[in-house]
């Protein structure tokens, strides 16, 4: 993708570009972006769920406006889902095309081994590109003019999908054994994201560069929320954000992400609120909490939360 080197020629007209697609991009993530296109190299966006990881792959395609080709992973994921298939119903209706024309096909072969050497002209259409469904990684590989390809929750995957997924990485190649190694016409960017729900291979690290996107720090959220939510009053954001992350410092099964908290955001523009109560956060509490006993644990501190994000404006 050499064609789009204006657009990472520094760090700052990075930053610059992804805060105009409403996306906060730090220095660190601007660093990793800036490193991954000069060196070629995909990224591992490693952190919690909710944290932003998938939207900065959307917005570096809306960045570079490329098209964003996604790779959902799951348990059991293979070859034919991610990378071709081929079209098995064309190529029965080409066997039943050639099988009416097969008079026309040998005609003038004298002999058995005659006819079946004008067979075998044949041999090598039923894998050709026109027979071939390609999957996500494939499409990836053959966009002109580039693509972000996303490599969703890979860890998800099994580890001989992983061990799959190498050959794209480090050559951006892969192998088709009836049409053998197929060349990137552009090498896409890549991002392979990762919840940590297991340790990922060594091997897949090596080829990768490697971004953690933690929960932000109040001063950073308070800007995404004003960034994405630009209609929620200053005070209210400001409380808004000192009450998650209050929440994120107890003890819950799931803590609350960035989206939840930008959703949260919302509601409170659509119901006109002004300042943070008991009975608002009780009314909306499950737009940001998804477990009833999370939503008991944190009913008790409720009150001394509010008092404490009140004393911070």
């Known amino acids: 993708m050499k064609h789009l080197y204006k657009k990472f020629t520094s760090m700052e007209k990075i930053k610059k570009g992804f805060q105009d697609a409403k996306y906060i991009c730090n220095q660190q993530i601007a660093n990793i972006l800036y490193l991954a296109y000069h060196l070629e190299k995909p990224i591992i966006v490693e952190g919690p769920a909710g944290v932003g990881k ?80 390609p999957r996500p990684l494939l499409a990836a590989l053959q966009q002109e003019g580039g693509a972000v390809l996303l490599v969703d929750e890979v860890d998800k995957a099994d580890q001989e999908f992983e061990a799959f997924l190498l050959e794209i990485l480090s050559d951006f190649q892969v192998s088709i054994p009836e049409m053998g190694t197929i060349q990137a016409v552009s090498k896409p960017f890549v991002f392979l994201t990762s919840n940590n729900t297991r340790e990922l291979s060594e091997a897949l690290k090596r080829r990768c560069l490697h971004l953690f996107i933690p929960f932000p720090e109040p001063e950073l959220e308070n800007e995404i929320i004003q960034t994405r939510v630009p209609d929620l009053p200053s005070d209210l954001r400001k409380q808004l954000v000192s009450f ?68 911070e404006l």
Request: glycine residues 2%; charged residues 30%.
């Open 54 to 133: 998938t939207e900065l792959a959307k917005i570096m395609a809306v960045y570079l406006d490329i098209p964003l080709i996604r790779l959902q992973c799951y348990d059991g994921i293979d070859e034919s889902k991610a990378l071709y298939e081929w079209k098995y119903g064309k190529q029965l209706l080409y066997t039943q095309l050639l099988k009416d024309k097969l008079n026309d096909v040998i005609e003038g072969a004298v002999g058995f081994n005659a006819s079946m050497s004008k067979l075998h002209k044949y041999d090598d259409i039923f894998y050709s590109k026109q027979f071939l469904e």
């Open 244 to 311: 998650i992350q209050q929440v994120r410092e107890i003890d819950l099964k799931k803590l609350p992400s960035v989206s939840e908290t930008i959703d949260w955001a919302k509601v409170l523009v659509l119901l006109h609120s002004s300042s943070l109560n008991q009975k608002l956060i009780r009314d909306t509490i499950n737009v940001f909490i998804k477990f009833e006993d999370d939503i008991a644990i944190l009913d008790e501190h409720i009150s001394s939360m509010i008092q404490k994000a009140k004393k």
